[in-house]
């Protein structure tokens, strides 16, 4: 455990040195199944699909469900807390990558009592780039808010993420927005 430890710090010290940002890293470092997080900074949708994302969908919320909070034991110090909050999707139509099925289960960070976040809510259309299934099931979006895009009334997709290639997509109709991924496939 120490030794898994060491080389994830040794990792992380390796690429703020070289001034590189680190994806998402799926290890499952000291017991936490959605492994460290940070965000990825990337030149091109092309480049997000074909190195960041496992699969994209577009789709509906169909039910949201209580946060999950989780109290990983450390071997020094205070327990790791963190949440996530699970919503139900029906997935329409898979635009890029792997079939994940007809409904997944997608985590948001944090809690839904939290007010200066906006959850996702029934009847929301989305489209989410998805990481990796976690080890206890369901998605988390790729970079945290850059893969979560939701669909408005007027058709038209936008993120609250903050990568470049964010301001590409941003308030495009669902039409284009799926067009320009279909073309960086």
């Known amino acids: ?6 080389i994830g710090l040794i990792v ?3 690429g703020l040195v070289s001034g590189t940002t680190y ?4 290890n499952n470092i000291q017991g936490v199944g959605h492994g460290l997080a940070t965000t990825v900074e990337v030149n091109s949708l092309e480049e997000t699909l074909d190195s960041y994302v496992n699969s994209v969908v577009k789709g509906r919320v169909i039910k949201t469900l209580d946060t999950i909070t989780e109290h990983e034991k450390q071997e020094k110090g205070p327990d ?3 949440s996530r909050t699970p919503a139900i999707i029906q997935v329409d139509e898979v635009l890029h990558g792997k079939n994940v099925g007809e409904e997944i289960t997608f985590y948001e960070h944090g809690k839904r009592s939290d007010s200066s976040k906006e959850f996702l809510e029934v009847g929301e259309e989305v489209i989410l780039f998805l990481d990796q299934e976690t080890s206890y099931g369901g998605y988390w979006s790729y970079s945290f808010e850059d893969g ?9 997709v936008t993120s609250k ?4 290639i964010n301001g590409i997509l941003q308030n495009l109709n669902t039409k284009s ?3 320009e991924i279909n073309s960086a496939k």
């Open 161 to 164: 993420g903050k990568a470049e």
């Open 177 to 179: 927005f799926i067009q």
């Open 12 to 14: 992380i010290a390796l």
């Open 148 to 156: 979560l895009w939701r669909i408005d009334k007027e058709g038209r």
């Open 23 to 26: 994806g998402l890293i799926s």
């Open 1 to 6: 455990m120490k030794k898994r430890i060491g």
């Open 80 to 82: 790791f807390v963190w």
